[in-house]
């Protein structure tokens, strides 16, 4: 693994509450993805970014659902009002540039909504 | 559209057995293919690759030839270890496209 973090590791919200994921590209990657695992499903993509840019939202959720990667920072996903549904797995990877066809996994943030 | 369907799990097999593991593709122009690996309580890691027809991406003894013929990239492995014990994921970006296509993943469990 080429060092995407991810955290937290694991999140527990109830319902309605928001759940903020967070991730660290590997250093000197500027090109951000979203993915989510449901149970016993593969992952699906959900967004891409660049720093201070929304490329390609085809896979989010039209609502509740946001993401963004400032200028300095993190990228976060942020999820509103939680529901059972969105317990998943959430995976962040990073690429160097958008043409790249290699992207590296962060370890992914285990999201449970009760 | 674009889709990736692969051999359902899970696979046990014995040590030194050999690996099959199925995958084929729907995707329009000319997918890059990718197989992932996703060890217990780990991200996903790239195993190994191919951007174009008949290329056969290889890694840790791991093999994976893209037929367009047969829009398959199965994944193949002479004699397997327990440290191969993990999940299986085949993916492509299509042509022109920056995110992965996934399929369902196939668990696979190598007993001594």
């Known amino acids: 693994n080429a060092g995407v973090m991810q955290n937290p590791r694991h999140l527990v919200r109830r319902r309605g509450q928001e759940a903020r994921l967070r991730c660290s590209p590997v250093?000197?990657?500027?090109?951000v993805y979203w993915y989510r695992q449901l149970p016993e499903e593969g992952l699906k993509f959900m967004v891409y970014l660049q720093k201070e840019n929304i490329i390609d939202e085809s896979g989010m959720p039209k609502e509740r659902f946001s993401a963004e990667f400032p200028k300095e920072g993190p990228s976060i996903l942020r999820i509103q009002q939680v529901v059972r549904g969105d317990s998943a797995a959430y995976f962040c990877?990073?690429?160097?540039?958008?043409?790249?066809?290699?992207?590296?996994f962060g370890p992914g943030t285990r999201l449970t909504v009760l | 559209g674009n889709s990736v369907t692969q051999m359902e799990g899970p696979v046990t097999l014995s040590e030194e057995a050999f690996l099959t593991i199925n995958c084929t593709y729907t995707?329009?122009?000319?997918?890059?293919l990718f197989w992932y690996v996703q060890y217990p309580g780990e991200g996903l890691q790239l195993l190994l690759k191919a951007t174009k027809a008949d290329d056969k991406g290889s890694n840790k003894g791991f093999e994976a030839t893209y037929r367009k013929e047969t829009t398959s990239f199965h994944l193949e492995k002479g004699s397997v270890q327990v440290s191969d014990s993990a999940v299986y994921f085949c993916?492509?970006?299509?042509?022109?496209?920056?995110?992965?296509?996934f399929g369902t993943g196939t668990r696979l469990t190598v007993i001594p």
């Open positions: 995707a329009t122009g000319y997918p890059s």
């Open positions: 993916a492509l970006t299509p042509t022109g496209a920056n995110n992965l296509f």
């Open positions: 250093k000197g990657h500027s090109h």
């Open positions: 990877a990073s690429s160097r540039t958008g043409r790249d066809n290699e992207q590296f």
